[in-house]
Nanobody, 126 residues
Framework: QVQLVESGGGLVQAGGSLRLSCAAS????????MAWFRQALGKEREFVAA????????RYADSVKGRFTISRDNPKNTMYLQMNSLKPEDTARYYC???????????????????WGQGTLVTVSS
């Protein structure tokens, strides 16, 4: 069974940093593009960052560009999201997701991801 488990969320003051992790199991993790999405209370889920299956290519939402960094450690089956200079508007539940096709190109569209984690809550206080 393919499973993704996020960790690393918490409460942080504005300007602070957090590092989210996404541990994968049940699939040849290194073959699939991955991404982070987030959903704030009362809002739609939105794309945050994506990374290619080999980890070479990345893409970011404009709202986090320059502050967040996505990376992956394929031998450890783990993906990360380093979040710096956090703002109150970054408050949301963050989800990692695995692309549905192996060796596919980088993607930011939710329908192209077939496995999702349960999410980890990030709260940024002002």
């Amino acid at each position: 069974q393919v499973q993704l488990v996020e960790s690393g969320g918490g409460l942080v003051q504005a300007g602070g940093s957090l590092r989210l992790s996404c541990a994968a199991s049940g699939r040849t993790f290194s073959s699939y593009p991955m991404a982070w999405f987030r959903q704030a209370l009362g809002k739609e889920r939105e794309f945050v960052a994506a990374i290619s299956w080999g980890g070479v290519n990345t893409r970011y939402a404009d709202s986090v560009k320059g502050r967040f960094t996505i990376s992956r450690d394929n031998p450890k089956n783990t993906m990360y999201l380093q979040m710096n200079s956090l703002k109150p508007e970054d408050t949301a539940r963050y989800y990692c997701a695995s692309g549905s096709r192996p060796y596919a190109g980088i993607t930011t569209t939710p329908r192209n991801f077939d496995v999702w984690g349960q999410g980890t809550l990030v709260t940024v206080s002002s």
